[in-house]
């Protein structure tokens, strides 16, 4: 849940609440206004992974969610792992489907959609699944969004970055289009999950 008050955004999660300022509109001009694609090409993606190999220290998708504009669940399920956990990092398990079925349904969702997340370039990576730079609205990149968040339920970390994505929509889009790409780079170990 997003609140506005006084040049700050407030964000409820659960019992967690953060406030982030958002002093940055002064970047951008408040007398245009950008664009916004259509809500009908966005879609957020928020993954779980287990730990695989030596100590659990290499990440494997365990859960994908896929949620739409408005929040509705697209897509919600646990996936296979291909290589025996050997740290499970949640105590939640369920039948589950293929990675290589899963992976193909994610890529089929995503493709030509504008994707919002939270660290998107670890949730690419775990799927194995590459995504126009351009086409992502990564909420843990976006400077005045650094560090805001990370529940533990995926489908409201998906809908929480949808939310604070929605609120400064215009203003990101607006970056954009003139050419000040308003958000920092992910890990370049990372950078095969962008096209």
């Not at 951008?28 to 190999?53: E, F, H, M, R």
């Amino acid at each position: 849940m997003l609140y506005r008050s006084s040049g700050q955004l407030l964000v409820l999660l659960g019992d967690e609440r953060y406030s982030v300022p958002i002093n940055f509109r002064s970047r951008i001009s408040s007398l245009q206004t950008y664009p916004v694609p259509s809500s009908d090409k966005i879609l957020a993606l928020s993954c779980t992974n287990v730990g695989v190999g030596p100590g659990g220290t290499t990440a494997m998708l365990a859960r994908v969610s896929v949620v739409d504009y408005k929040g509705q669940v697209i897509l919600d399920t646990y996936v296979s792992p291909t290589m025996q956990v050997s740290d499970y990092r949640t105590a939640t398990t369920a039948d589950t489907p293929a990675f290589t079925q899963v992976q193909q349904h994610v890529a089929d969702l995503i493709k030509g959609k504008v994707l919002v997340g939270h660290s998107l370039w670890n949730d690419l990576s775990v799927l194995g699944i590459p995504h126009p730079a351009v086409a992502t609205r990564d909420v843990a990149l976006y400077q005045p969004f650094r560090n805001v968040f990370g529940p533990p339920n995926q489908v409201e970390n998906a809908r929480a970055a949808l939310d604070l994505y929605r609120t400064v929509s215009s203003e990101w889009e607006g970056a954009i289009a003139i050419g000040n790409w308003p958000s920092c780079l992910p890990p370049s170990t990372f950078s095969r999950c962008y096209l």
